[in-house]
């Protein structure tokens, strides 16, 4: 009887444990958006106010996706070119890239797209409005992370009751 | 008969209804049927296991 009780408690906990998990790549993708904020807002003091050049920026990102396109622009090629490219190799789609949305990558698409292409004025714009739209689609996603973690966690707990009822 | 079965088809029967309710305010409806179906399988195939031994049971009794 002690030892059903235990296995019970096994199932339960760790029904619970997997609920979590699977909530875990809603997270991840708020972090993600929240460092890219971070980066952005970054990029436009380095850029705008201290004249850096664009891949130099990049290069001190903290997100890996925005050091992958500083490090293609190293390279010769333009902002766009080079988050093409970034987005086209496999480490994007295994790694930082698995987490984003498609209206992220759409407003990473628009930044690029324009980056270091016109005046300083225009830069400045540019980055801000991006710093702007990737705050609301973190904030959305810190909103739905916290809902899906809850939403899990109790899934997964109810599942362990049910498979303990049944099994044990 | 035992009377657990009857404690297990009760627990199972809230769990699921449960399930359900946290499913559909959840705005998942198509999962929160299929859960409350898949509770229904689990609890029809318990009793209709049952309904068997009891068959069988009074088939060897009858056969003496």
């Known amino acids: 009887m002690g030892l ?5 408690g096994v199932v339960v906990v760790g029904a ?13 993708r708020a972090s993600a958006l929240g460092t890219l904020v971070e980066d952005v807002k970054r990029l436009r003091v380095h850029m705008v106010s201290m004249f850096e050049p664009v891949p130099d920026s990049l290069a001190r990102a903290e997100s890996p996706l925005l050091r992958q396109v500083g490090e293609g622009m190293r390279g010769g ?3 766009g070119e080079a988050w093409a490219q970034v987005r086209r ?8 890239g698995n987490v984003l949305l498609r209206e992220d990558r759409e407003a990473l698409d628009r930044l690029f797209g324009k980056l270091g292409e ?6 400045e714009v ?3 409005g991006t710093a702007e739209q990737l705050e609301r689609l973190e904030a959305a996603a810190r909103e739905k992370a916290g809902a899906a973690e809850r939403l899990y966690v109790t899934l997964g707990l109810l599942v362990g009751l049910l498979l303990a009822v049944i099994v044990i | 008969m035992s009377v657990d079965i009857l404690f297990r088809i009760a627990g199972i029967g809230i769990i699921v209804t449960v399930i359900a309710q946290v499913l559909t305010r959840a705005g998942r409806d198509d999962i929160a049927m299929l859960a409350t179906l898949s509770g229904l ?15 069988s049971s009074v088939r060897s009794l009858l056969a003496f």
């Open chain 1, 4 to 8: 059903r009780i235990i296995l019970a």
């Open chain 1, 16 to 28: 619970t444990l997997c609920g979590k998990a699977l909530s875990d790549a809603a997270r991840q």
């Open chain 1, 77 to 79: 090629l333009s902002a």
């Open chain 1, 89 to 96: 190799g496999r480490s994007f789609r295994a790694g930082p």
């Open chain 1, 118 to 123: 016109s005046g300083r004025e225009s830069q």
């Open chain 1, 126 to 128: 540019l980055l801000s």
């Open chain 2, 41 to 55: 399988i689990v609890v029809l195939v318990m009793v209709v296991n049952m309904v068997s031994d009891f068959f």
